[in-house]
């Protein structure tokens, strides 16, 4: 026994040891928010939501890629409705500061020949299908339907013309935006999309 115990001890020291390199990069700092509790400082660090979306079950192809296809569309269009949102409250805050009629009407065609100008392109690419989505976040986005803004800003009369031109395409400025009955699943969508999870 003895020997085996001997054997090993002068087996182990016979081979060289080699320390092991050493890292010396180091790590750049990192500030933490804290927390006091019970006398204790604890690192208060805010973790990213992760959400488990309940799996989707669909009746058929046809089914997945209408929905798929939804997606895609509310994706293409959500950006522009919220720039729509924020120019309307820019307008509005500029329009308290303008006192006649034909001022109005100016900057109005103004801001609608500027935006045109950057949009354009992107307005004539959409499909029928994203227009109709387009007028209906609008209205999510504002509370007031497509129709209620022309009217306010260009006129009855262009409100009506624009109302009879969507008409021919199947569409209706004044539909409104409904989360809870027939665009709950768009408003599902929309909430998922802006939490990036799809």
């Known amino acids: 026994m003895k020997s085996s115990v001997w054997f090993f001890l002068i087996l182990s020291l016979s081979f060289e040891v ?6 010396k990069t180091r790590k750049k700092d990192t500030v933490l928010k ?6 204790d ?3 208060h660090i805010e973790l990213k939501e992760i959400a488990i979306l309940p799996p989707r079950h669909f009746k058929n192809r046809w089914q997945e890629r209408r929905y798929w296809r939804l997606v895609y569309n509310l994706k293409k269009v959500l950006p522009y409705s919220k720039i729509v949102s924020a120019t309307i409250q820019d307008v509005d805050r500029h329009l308290v500061n303008i006192k006649t009629d034909k001022e109005r009407r100016n900057y109005i065609h103004r ?8 949009y354009e392109q ?7 299908t994203q227009g109709k989505l387009l007028f209906k976040l609008v209205d999510r986005q504002t509370s007031k339907t497509t129709y209620y803004w022309i009217d306010h800003y260009r006129g009855s009369f262009s409100a009506f013309f624009w109302q009879a031109m969507a008409r021919l395409f199947g569409s209706n400025l004044k539909s409104a935006y409904d989360p809870q009955g027939k665009d709950r699943l768009i408003e599902e969508l929309v909430g998922y ?4 999870l799809i």
Not at 34 to 39: K, P, R
Request: negative net charge; proline residues 6%.
């Open 18 to 23: 080699v320390p092991a390199q050493v890292n």
């Open 34 to 39: 804290g927390q006091i509790w019970q006398n």
């Open 41 to 43: 400082t604890l690192p």
């Open 111 to 118: 801001v609608e020949d500027s935006l045109w100008g950057v």
């Open 122 to 128: 992107d307005m004539r690419k959409m499909t029928v």
């Open 193 to 196: 999309i802006e939490r990036g």
